[in-house]
């Protein structure tokens, strides 16, 4: 069974930094790209942060900078340190991952930036 498991999510000042992580299990974590994404409400889920079983990442211009994603293929995790965090950062962040047609989804946590 697959399973996706977020944590550190929260509510934090403009400014202020986040780090969210993701533990897989079930699935040969080494050989699936992982990303975040992200979805507000009343918007459409979107990318934030991704990174191939190579450890290339990629990031949209939004987060470019603030965002860092990095994996730990010893530990099954993925971590999204997020900085310089703005009130449009606020969303449930969730963890992705993708392996040739297969894709995996956690269940969201809430981040939530706001003074």
């Known amino acids: 069974q697959v399973q996706l498991v977020e944590s550190g999510g929260g509510s934090v000042q403009p400014g202020g930094s986040l780090r969210l992580s993701c533990a897989a299990s079930g699935i040969n974590f080494r050989l699936f790209a992982m990303g975040w994404y992200r979805q507000a409400p009343g918007k459409q889920r979107e990318l934030v942060a991704r990174?191939?079983?190579?450890?290339?990442?990629d990031y949209p211009d939004s987060v470019k900078g603030r965002f860092t994603i990095s994996r730990d293929n010893a530990k099954n995790t993925v971590s999204l340190q997020m900085n310089s965090l703005k009130p449009e950062d606020t969303a449930v962040y969730y963890c992705y991952a993708e392996y040739l047609a297969r894709g995996y989804w956690g269940q969201g946590t809430q981040v939530t930036v706001s003074s």
């Open positions: 990174i191939t079983s190579g450890g290339i990442t």
